[in-house]
T-cell receptor, first 115, second 111 residues
Framework: EAGVTQSPTHLIKTRGQQVTLRCSPI?????VYWYQQALGLGLQFLLW???????NRGNFPPRFSGRQFPNYSSELNVNALELEDSALYLC??????????????FGNGTRLTVT | SQKIEQNSEALNIQEGKTATLTCNYT??????LQWYRQDPGRGPVFLLL?????KEKRKERLKVTFDTTLKQSLFHITASQPADSATYLCAPSGGYNKLIFGAGTRLAVHP
């Protein structure tokens, strides 16, 4: 069984630019979660999608957005990049619809560097 | 607001000893608590889930306890090996639709 796949693995962008990160969940999983992990810090919850809809959102500005496609893959978009957006962006999928006890399967992330 | 605390200092232990990692949480009452392992440059990997009505859970060399009165979970690795060296994250369920993670504790097991 293929795991969660994310692309690209690394990305370098300039302040003010826009970026799109992609995630393919495990086959059969309908929920996709996005987390931001800045260097040396913990995982910060960004977004949760299930069945194509945004179900919950973390404490991030509106320039962080995303969507989930009919095949359950997902994109995370970040507009007007700032230096502090430099981080590892992790995508996770779950086959359980309720988030409380969801066992998450993570991809290996996209390392975004903003210069 | 919900807060999770894990030892920020790295834990250094000798091979063969038992490693004990602590996770404390405040301002909420999670029904579940999960532990994950994260290696450098990789995504976290699920290890164990314990429910609020379970005091202890074991899986091979791993043991997790969950004390809802103390608002604390302890994660033990017995007979530790250098391959156990990693960062360990606890994640008390943060309520519907959201799993909140602690910042993690880095474990280094020395031969």
């Amino acid at each position: 069984e293929a795991g969660v796949t994310q692309s690209p693995t690394h990305l370098i962008k300039t302040r003010g630019q826009q970026v799109t990160l992609r995630c393919s969940p495990i086959s059969g999983h309908t929920s996709v979660y996005w987390y931001q992990q800045a260097l040396g810090l913990g995982l910060q919850f960004l977004l949760w999608y299930d069945e194509g809809e945004e179900r919950n959102r973390g404490n991030f500005p509106p320039r962080f957005s995303g969507r989930q496609f009919p095949n359950y893959s997902s994109e995370l978009n970040v507009n007007a990049l700032e230096l502090e957006d430099s981080a590892l962006y992790l995508c996770a999928s779950s086959g359980v619809k309720t988030g409380v006890n969801s066992l998450l399967h993570f991809g290996n992330g996209t390392r975004l560097t903003v210069t | 607001s919900q807060k999770i605390e894990q030892n920020s200092e790295a834990l250094n232990i000798q091979e063969g000893k038992t490693a004990t990692l602590t996770c404390n949480y405040t301002n909420y009452s999670p029904a579940y608590l999960q532990w994950y392992r994260q290696d450098p440059g990789r995504g976290p990997v699920f290890l164990l889930l314990i429910r609020e009505n379970e005091k202890e859970k074991r899986k091979e060399r791993l043991k997790v306890t969950f004390d809802t009165t103390l608002k604390q979970s302890l994660f033990h690795i017995t007979a530790s090996q250098p391959a156990d060296s990693a960062t360990y994250l606890c994640a008390p369920s943060g309520g519907y639709n959201k799993l909140i993670f602690g910042a993690g504790t880095r474990l280094a097991v020395h031969p």
